[in-house]
Structures are given as structure tokens and as C-alpha cells.
């Protein structure tokens, strides 16, 4: 233990005078950096990582990617009031703020809707289920809007209905889990391991199969809709598409039976394949929409949330 806290020690102190650059970088994924602020996510034991700062240069102080919207607290009567949850996907980047599908949604919902964007890079359903218990039943939601892939992520297997509660302090495991997440040496691990696998680094994010689901094949996504139903919040899952650059093509990593039964679901994937527009057209890269598959996304959003029963 000894060796290994002194090679650590020497390693990290080395790299922080070579590279002192990436004192404020906390993820290595060069598409994060370039669309969020440099000051970047903080360590969170609940949640893995959140916001370092906010406002900042992007998201408002509730953390939604918005300039124009106030969020008033309690709600107003007469508003109804949904929040998207995702991946980068959902925030948007390469995109104005009212580009996002998310603002695509809020308009295309009418006055009586406000649609806001609670997401963050990177976020797979085990953060946006927590996220939600945690901070979301402040802002009265009507319905939550949840734009993940299906089994990404482990099941959590300590839930509870009611919100997570607030800490007021790090245990010294997780003070010691927030230096090893912040440190330059797992930066920099992240970013080699994104320069010699493009398309694989993120297995270090990932769990094994068997960690996916649940002994009845349930996974964070029936959580979720528990959770919502449990407080009279109605849910949609929006598919997840991609363009599967390999072989020039729409994929669609929302396959029939990966979301809960009965679950509503907007057709993110077939209505882009309709759209007859190719995957230059629609994605910047393999996860990331242009405008013209945002505008999609957004219509078939405000679509399902007027479909909604009243």
C-alpha cells in the first residue's frame, strides 16, 4: 500500500507540472469539453459527477441549459411543467440553446407547457434516476422526459421512493473517491485510452452484463417509472438513435422490450428514418443532432406530451 500511494503520489505530482492545463478538466471526452464551461463537473458520491458551477456559461442556478425561461418556485398555477433527462444527446452541443430538441419541445408544447433540459454529458439512467430523487420534486414536474439507452448503466439496487437526501459532508472513502475522480492521472487515463480507442474508451464507465439487470430483467428505466408514478408524474422514454458511422446508417439502441410494458415511448428513430435526410444531416457525429434532427426530435416530444390525458 505503501509503494502503491507512493507511485500514485509521484505520478500525480509529475503530471500536474507537466500539464498544467488539466488542472480544471475533470472528463477526458474532448466533445464535453468543448461544449461546457472549463471549470467543468465536481465529484458528487450520489450522483457521480454534477455541475462544478452554477450559473455558468451554459446551464441557469437549477442547472437547466436555458436563457430565456425563468423557473419559479412553486410552480404557477395553470403551468405544466416537464424536464428532459439524458446525454449530451439531450443538452445539445454544437447547438444554441434554443436548437436543443428539448426548446424544440418547449415551443412546439404551447404556453401551457414548459419544457425544461436537466441534462448532463455523460448521464446514463442509474445518474438520472438519482438525479431526479435528489433534486428534481422541488420543481413540481408534470412529466419527465427520459432520453437513455436502455440497460446502460447498473440497476440501483438501494432505492427508495422518497428523495435522496442531502449531504452535509464527504465520508473519508468518498473524500478519497473525489481525489482519485479529480486527479490529473485519471484524466489523463480517460484521454489516452480515448485517443487509442475512440470508439471503446468508455468501458471503463460501464458494468459487466450480469450488473445490468435485475434477477426480472428490470432496469433503471422501471425504476424510474416507479418512481414518476409514485408521485402522480407522468413518464415518456424517447428512443435512443445513432448513426452508426462504420456503415453509414440510423441504429436505434432502443430495441422492442428494453423499456417497461405500457411505458410511452415517442418514435425518436422512426421518425428520423422517415425523414429521408441522410446521417450527415441529421447527426454532427455519432450521438450528437443537428438542428434538422433536433427540430424532429422535439416535434414528435411536444406531440406525445399534448397526447397526454388532461
Known sequence: MVVFFGFFGLLEGSLQLVLPAVAS????????????????????????????????SMQDEHGFRTHKSEVPIPKPDGLKRAITFGDSQTLGPGLAWDKTWPEVANRGAGDGWQVLNAAVPGYRSLNVYRLLRKKMLAYQPDAIIVDCMPFDSPREEFHKMAALPERRSL???????????????????RRGLEILMPRKYRWLDEASKN????????????????????????????????????????????????????????????????????????????????????????????????????
Open 211 to 310: 450488473q445490468l439487470e435485475s434477477q426480472d430483467g428490470a432496469g433503471n428505466h422501471d425504476l424510474i417509472l416507479q418512481w414518476a408514478d409514485h408521485h402522480g408524474i407522468a413518464t415518456l422514454f424517447t428512443e435512443y438513435p445513432v448513426w452508426d458511422e462504420e456503415n453509414d446508417r440510423l441504429r436505434c439502441f432502443t430495441l422492442p422490450g428494453d423499456l417497461p410494458a405500457g411505458a410511452i415511448v415517442v418514435p425518436v428513430c422512426d421518425t428520423l428514418a422517415a425523414s429521408g435526410l441522410s446521417m450527415e444531416e441529421l447527426f454532427f457525429d455519432s450521438n450528437h443532432l443537428r438542428q434538422p434532427g433536433a427540430e424532429m426530435m422535439g416535434a414528435a416530444v411536444a406531440e406525445a406530451l399534448l397526447a397526454l390525458p388532461q
Open 171 to 189: 465520508t473519508l472513502t468518498e473524500r478519497f473517491q473525489a481525489v482519485i475522480w479529480e486527479s490529473y492521472t485519471w484524466f489523463m487515463l
Open 25 to 56: 478538466k475533470t472528463m477526458a471526452n474532448h466533445d464535453v469539453e468543448v461544449h461546457i464551461n472549463a471549470d467543468g463537473f465536481v465529484y458528487d458520491p450520489d450522483l457521480f459527477w454534477y455541475w462544478q458551477l452554477l450559473p455558468n
